[in-house]
Each structure stands twice: as structure tokens, then as C-alpha cells.
């Protein structure tokens, strides 16, 4: 299994930046496909989630309305389009694939997530 997420990079706060996670050695089509970040000093946390069919997309509330997440399950790529970014949003950004197939719902938590890329920094300047 791996994930590789690129995309990352500098950008003035009010910029846009879109992240790509890469996926091979599983079949990315039955896997919810999620995105966390984890500041300096802080935990990793959950910033937005897509289910495995891509009809459903999930938001924490300090990135919903700026971000959007998506998928091309054709091209085993998960994306995440950063918009209006903020200081506060930087960070390093891991894409994870769930650790159950097909789970009825996505989930939110580190734990649930069987799979990891190996992080992209996004750092946004004020």
C-alpha cells in the first residue's frame, strides 16, 4: 500500500493551494479516503473525508466552505482543494486510506484509518 500526497507548498493567506494523494497496492475504489493535518506541537486532526463511492464528503468545521475534497477513483487519486487559506491552517497534511473496507460510513478518527501517506506541508503566510 502506498500514498503518496504532494501538492503542499507556500502561499500568501486569501491563496489557494490543491493537494493530490496517489494510491496504489489496494483497491482504492472500496476505501473511504480521508485528509488530516497536524501543526507544530499540536495532535493530528481531521480536516475532511470522502466514502468510497464519492457521494459523500465530510468537513471539520474550521475548513468547511474553504475546502473540498474530492476523488477520481479512475485515477486511484484523492484531492483536496484549499481555498482562502489562513495562517492558522498550516501544517503538515497527510492523506490516509480507511482500515475497513467499504465501512458504511467515513470516519473521523486517526485510529480509523489503516493507511498513510507521508505528508505534504502546507505553510501559509500572514
Known amino acids: 500500500v502506498q500514498l503518496q500526497a504532494s501538492g503542499g507548498g507556500l502561499v500568501q493567506a486569501g491563496g489557494s493551494l490543491r493537494l493530490s494523494c496517489a494510491a496504489s497496492g489496494f483497491t482504492f475504489t472500496w476505501y473511504n479516503m480521508g485528509w488530516f493535518r497536524q501543526a507544530p506541537g499540536k495532535e493530528r486532526e481531521f480536516v475532511a473525508a470522502v466514502s468510497w463511492s464519492g457521494g459523500m464528503t465530510y468537513y471539520s468545521d474550521s475548513v468547511k466552505g474553504r475546502f473540498t475534497i474530492s476523488r477520481d477513483n479512475a485515477k486511484n487519486t484523492v484531492y483536496l482543494q484549499m481555498n482562502s487559506l489562513k495562517p492558522e491552517d498550516t501544517a503538515v497534511y497527510y492523506c490516509?486510506?480507511?482500515?475497513?473496507?467499504?465501512?458504511?460510513?467515513?470516519?473521523?478518527?486517526?485510529?480509523?484509518?489503516?493507511?498513510w501517506g507521508q505528508g505534504t506541508l502546507v505553510t501559509v503566510s500572514s
Open positions: 490516509a486510506a480507511d482500515g475497513v473496507v467499504r465501512r458504511p460510513r467515513v470516519g473521523f478518527g486517526v485510529r480509523e484509518y489503516g493507511y
